[in-house]
């Protein structure tokens, strides 16, 4: 038995911002290149994209603004338990596909590695936990990252913490409270800058907190965008807008960082969600946007396999600066291309599965109570 998601309202989808979409993409890529220079540039000064980072805190902001438009309507018809199953589907297939991968480097690593120093009980834990998303940071070749077999997890814990919240809590509350509560998250970020002297932190057991900052401010301003209409309508496109976010990813760094950082995050950021949402698209991108979009969490769950053993490779071999560039542009590509390749192979294919199957249910319900 087949049906249409017409035919379900629970499940009816609303039309994408798809230039927010293809900033998704950029700003995956920008962590992805930014990854593979923190291995070369330990000194942030001298990284190009010594700020790219900071797309998680993007990543963040937009998440808000797209939950509130997606669900701030219908949450309440589709009841949490609907709620929390589209989430799900949505997000952890490629949760596992990450684990899955980042398993595999660090077992088989060609390039290196203390797999002797772990016990097998030890390596089995951290993989469980890395596939229920329960921060487990204690592997030391990892830098006791949250998730040591797919360290942007980290972020992702936070985007179900903060789904959580939206759906017990924040969707529920009228927007002066939640200006109150962004503004409370506001102050948050400014003491971990200032405390820290970045942002840089969230990834780590020893910076675990920074990463409830983060995602509080950024995720209530996102959901306060959209709450509170703020979208600037304007021409900038995909073209100008991707050039304006990649200028915060390159932004010196500096002694400063601790002021530059949180100002990029408290107003940049939210600007740039605002004039994203507004802004006119040109019909030529609309293929780039797309698939900038699609690709983007493909990209950004399954990278970081790659960079520990190009970590690895870097630190062992000391390659030279012509064996460095093309090491990492093809990496890149080749990363892009593996990304897309598990998106349509795996990603596409079980999402479809699970979200065809919920579906029959759910039509068996309805015509159950006919």
């Given at each position: 038995?087949?049906?249409?998601?017409?035919?379900?309202p629970?499940?009816?989808?609303?039309?994408?911002?798809?230039?927010?979409?293809?900033?998704?993409?950029?700003?995956?890529l920008?962590?992805v290149?930014?990854?593979?220079?923190?291995?070369?540039?330990?000194d942030?000064?001298?990284n190009?994209?010594?700020h790219?980072?900071?797309a998680?805190?993007?990543?963040f902001?937009?998440s808000g603004?797209?939950i509130?438009y997606?669900?701030?309507?219908r949450?309440?018809?589709?009841?949490?338990r609907?709620f929390?199953?589209?989430?799900?589907?949505?997000?952890?297939?490629?949760?596992a596909?990450?684990?899955?991968l980042g398993l595999?480097?660090f077992?088989?690593?060609?390039?290196?590695?203390?797999?002797?120093l772990?016990?097998?009980?030890k390596?089995?834990?951290?993989f469980?936990?890395s596939?229920?998303?329960?921060?487990l940071?204690?592997?030391?070749?990892?830098?006791f990252?949250?998730f040591?077999?797919?360290a942007p997890a980290?972020s992702?814990?936070w985007?179900?913490?903060?789904?959580?919240?939206?759906?017990?809590?924040l969707y529920?509350?009228?927007?002066?409270?939640?200006?109150i509560?962004?503004?409370?998250?506001?102050?948050?970020?400014c003491?971990?800058g200032?405390?820290?002297?970045?942002?840089l932190g969230?990834?780590?057991?020893?910076t675990?907190?920074?990463g409830f900052?983060?995602?509080?401010y950024s995720?209530l301003?996102?959901l306060l965008?959209?709450?509170?209409n703020?979208?600037?309508?304007?021409?900038l496109?995909?073209?100008g807008?991707?050039?304006l976010l990649?200028?915060a990813?390159?932004?010196?760094?500096?002694?400063?960082?601790w002021?530059?950082?949180?100002?990029?995050?408290l107003?940049y950021?939210p600007?740039?969600?605002?004039?994203?949402?507004?802004?006119v698209?040109?019909?030529?991108?609309?293929?780039?946007c797309?698939?900038?979009?699609?690709i983007?969490?493909?990209?950004?769950?399954?990278h970081?396999a790659?960079?520990?053993?190009?970590g690895?490779?870097?630190?062992?071999?000391?390659p030279?600066t012509?064996q460095?560039?093309?090491?990492?542009i093809?990496?890149?590509?080749?990363?892009?291309g593996?990304?897309?390749?598990?998106?349509v192979?795996?990603?596409?294919p079980?999402?479809?599965?699970?979200?065809?199957?919920r579906?029959?249910?759910?039509a068996k319900?309805?015509?159950e109570?006919i």
């Open positions: 038995m087949t049906t249409n998601n017409s035919s379900i629970i499940l009816q989808t609303k039309q994408h911002f798809e230039i927010l979409d293809g900033l998704r993409g950029v700003a995956a920008a962590v290149i930014f990854h593979f220079m923190e291995w070369i540039f330990t942030p000064s001298k190009f994209i010594g790219g980072f900071l998680v805190d993007f990543f902001c937009l603004f797209v509130g997606a669900y701030d309507d949450i309440a018809k589709m009841g949490l609907n929390f199953i589209s989430r799900i589907i949505r997000l952890h297939p490629l949760v596909a990450g684990s899955v595999l480097a077992l088989f690593d060609p390039f290196g590695g203390n797999l002797e772990y016990s097998t009980g390596i089995i834990l951290t469980i936990c596939l229920f998303m329960i921060p940071p204690v592997i030391a070749d990892r830098g990252n949250l040591s077999f797919n980290w992702l814990f985007e179900y913490i903060a789904n959580i919240v939206y759906a017990f809590v529920r509350i009228a927007r002066s409270y939640l200006l509560l962004t503004i409370i998250a506001a102050a948050a970020i003491y971990v200032y405390n820290s002297g970045n942002l969230g990834w780590s057991g020893p675990f907190w920074d900052a983060r995602i509080s995720f301003a996102g965008i959209y709450r509170s703020w979208i600037i309508k304007n021409k496109g995909f073209a807008l991707s050039v990649l200028l990813f390159i932004m010196p760094s500096s002694a400063m960082n002021i530059t950082e949180p100002l990029i995050v107003f950021f600007l740039l969600v605002s004039l994203g949402a507004g802004s698209l040109n019909q030529g991108l609309k293929k780039v797309v698939f900038s979009g699609n983007s969490y493909p990209l950004y769950m399954t970081y790659a960079l520990w053993m190009f690895n490779y870097y630190t062992n071999y000391k030279d012509t460095l560039t093309f090491v990492v093809s990496g890149v590509i080749l990363l892009v593996f990304a897309y390749l598990v998106m192979v795996y990603d596409i079980l999402r479809k599965y699970l979200t065809d199957k579906k029959e249910k759910l319900l309805k015509t109570n």
